[in-house]
């Protein structure tokens, strides 16, 4: 399943990129439906000034879009090494982030920098 949702990363990435409108069309229902960007506006574009070797864009556009290519890079690479060397470190991994991420002493600030991020966005008017 992570490997089908970073091919969907990827294709839409290219087309974004190879299609020449930055950011591309807009595919946010939030932003669509009410015309207030949700926390994730802007990644895309934020992955596409990575792309381009813009950091600072990127990360004045979205911070997601830095651990979203991050992420990007990696996973797909560690998913394919497990299912060559038949391991499960990704499934264990994914596991114990789940288990982190629920603690309330690491799950309540990320909710708040989420919130904070979207706030951000409001501002600048993605």
């Given at each position: 399943?992570?490997?089908w949702a970073a091919a969907g990363g990827y294709l839409w990435l290219g087309y974004t990129l190879f299609q020449g409108?930055?950011?591309g069309p807009?595919?946010?229902l939030i932003k669509e439906v009410t015309g207030v960007p949700c926390p994730s506006c802007g990644t895309t574009r934020a992955i596409e000034a990575l792309a381009h070797g813009n950091l600072q864009a990127s990360f004045l556009l979205n911070?997601?879009?830095l651990l979203v290519f991050a992420l990007m890079m990696v996973i797909p690479?560690?998913?394919v090494v497990?299912?060559?060397t038949g391991k499960?470190?990704?499934y264990r991994a994914y596991q114990r982030s789940e288990q982190i991420l629920r603690r309330k002493y690491i799950a309540i600030p990320l909710a708040i920098l989420v919130l904070l991020n979207w706030v951000w966005n409001i501002m600048k008017g993605l």
């Open positions: 399943m992570v490997l409108s930055p950011g807009g595919v946010c911070p997601f879009g690479v560690w998913v497990d299912l060559l499960t470190t990704f």
